[in-house]
T-cell receptor, first 113, second 114 residues
């Protein structure tokens, strides 16, 4: 079974631009979560989607948004990029969410200059 | 405020010894707790899950305990090997609007010295 695939692997953007990151979950997994990882803050929860609906949301500004498609693939968008948005963005899928273990992709490394 | 603390940022241990990592939390009533391993440049990998009504879980050389009175989980790796060197993350599940939300600690970087 293929794992969670995130594209692109690396991305360099300038302040003020917007970016879209993509995530393909494991086949059959309906829950997709997004996390931001930085050295100072660790892994921070952005949001979770389940069957195309946002089920949970972390404490991030509205510049961070996401969506999930009918095939469970997910995208997250960050608008008006700031230097502090530089981070590793991780997507994780699970069967149903809840207590199901998360299966992470290897992330997209975003650098904002 | 809610807080998850993992005992130290880094832990060095001699090969063959037992590594013990600690995860303490405050102002949570977690339904369950998970442990993950993360290697550099990779996403975390799930290791073990333990529920609030379970005291201990084992998987091969790994053991996790969960003490809801002390608000603490211990993660043990017995007969540690250099290949066990990685960052280990604990994650607590609390109920969100529609399901559980996992909150991660910042991790402990374990180095097993040959």
């Amino acid at each position: 079974k293929a794992g969670v695939t995130q594209t692109p692997r690396y991305l360099i953007k300038t302040r003020g631009q917007q970016v879209t990151l993509s995530c393909s979950p494991i086949s059959g997994h309906r829950s997709v979560s997004w996390y931001q990882q930085t050295p100072g803050q660790g892994l921070q929860f952005l949001f979770e989607y389940f069957s195309e609906t946002q089920r949970n949301k972390g404490n991030f500004p509205g510049r961070f948004s996401g969506r999930q498609f009918s095939n469970s693939r997910s995208e997250m968008n960050v608008s008006t990029l700031e230097l502090g948005d530089s981070a590793l963005y991780l997507c994780a899928s699970s069967l149903e969410g809840g207590s199901s273990p998360l299966h992470f992709g290897n992330g997209t490394r975003l650098t904002v200059t | 405020s809610q807080k998850i603390e993992q005992n130290s940022e880094a832990l060095n241990i001699q090969e063959g010894k037992t590594a013990t990592l600690t995860c303490n939390y405050t102002n949570y009533s977690p339904a369950y707790l998970q442990w993950y391993r993360q290697d550099p440049g990779r996403g975390p990998v799930f290791l073990l899950l333990i529920r609030e009504n379970e005291k201990e879980k084992r998987k091969e050389r790994l053991k996790v305990t969960f003490d809801t009175t002390l608000k603490q989980s211990l993660f043990h790796i017995t007969a540690s090997q250099p290949a066990d060197s990685a960052t280990y993350l604990c994650a607590l599940a609390s109920s969100g609007a529609g399901s559980y939300q996992l909150t991660f600690g910042k991790g402990t970087k374990l180095s097993v010295i040959p």
